[in-house]
């Protein structure tokens, strides 16, 4: 199984821990968060990962290289102009359809700042199961901005924070809508989602793009984006430095003994 790990991001929240390093190689507990997102994938079967890099995307050539990758075939998505989730992944393309790979094995998308206990192998196989284009791993926890779905686990809007006018972009039109609450929950995006790669011929977006304004479109063109819920798993989003030093306490605790 493949795997792609989203890491170019400039890091700006977690200074100063990324004034000399990106955010990949920030440490929590004597590990990268590069390390940890790797060892997590590989537990799940994933055995080839392609790592989007931008800011001091050297030291992340160097590191894979003096730790033997891992273990894992591992490639590198340069960006010269970071190109947000969408249009890297896009950029990544390759990766998932080399050698006449399969449109409906599906891979997995995994932000390099995301912390968690979520069993990917389970939401793979629901993901399969559904015949999604693409499920994302969502939580009912506060958040600044929300995803909506409807009764069936279908992506239709997103919000910020407790507003009520969501946007839905329309298959006609992108315009922000009104969605009734009674009928739509929202919850929080995780960062990981598991992706089929017919996803690749469905984006029309160019250029710099988030993958969520993409999941937006589709969605309103009756695409399958649907919800993962994991609830109960634990996860903790290391963008801000109070935030790693959050998760060593939980490590050393062991209220976090993921891979």
């Given amino acids: 199984m493949k795997a792609m790990i989203l890491a170019a991001g400039l890091g700006t929240r977690l200074r100063p821990l990324t004034d000399d390093r990106p955010k990949a190689l920030v440490t929590v507990a004597g590990r ?68 006449g790979g399969s449109l409906q094995e599906p891979f997995i998308l995994h932000n390099v700042d995301v912390i968690s206990t979520i069993d990917l192998g389970r939401m793979v196989r629901f993901h399969t199961e559904q ?48 969605v009734r609450p009674a009928w739509v929950q929202a919850l929080a995006f995780s960062g990981i989602h598991i992706i089929s790669p017919r996803l690749f011929a469905k984006m029309r977006e160019q250029g710099a793009f988030s993958i969520i304004d993409a999941y937006l479109h589709l969605a309103a063109e009756e695409e399958k984006i649907i919800a993962f819920r994991a609830d ?28």
């Fill in 131 to 178: 015949s999604a284009l693409a499920t994302l791993a969502v939580q009912d926890r506060e958040t600044s901005r929300y995803l909506l779905f409807d009764e069936h686990g279908q992506l239709c809007g997103r919000r910020a924070g407790r507003a009520v006018k969501a946007e839905a972009p329309s298959a006609k039109e992108d315009k922000a809508e009104l």
């Fill in 232 to 259: 109960e798993c634990y996860w903790r989003d290391l963008g801000r430095p109070e935030s790693v030093m959050e998760v060593a306490q939980d490590i050393r605790s062991g209220k976090y003994s993921g891979s």
């Fill in 32 to 99: 990268t968060l590069l390390e940890i997102a790797l060892c997590r994938l590989r537990s799940f079967g994933v055995r080839e990962v392609i790592v989007n890099t931008h800011h001091f995307a050297d030291m992340i050539f160097k590191y894979l290289e003096a730790n033997d990758n891992f273990g894992m075939r591992i490639e590198l998505s340069r960006e010269e102009v970071l190109l947000d989730t969408g249009g890297g992944l896009k950029r990544a393309a390759h990766f998932f359809l080399e050698d």
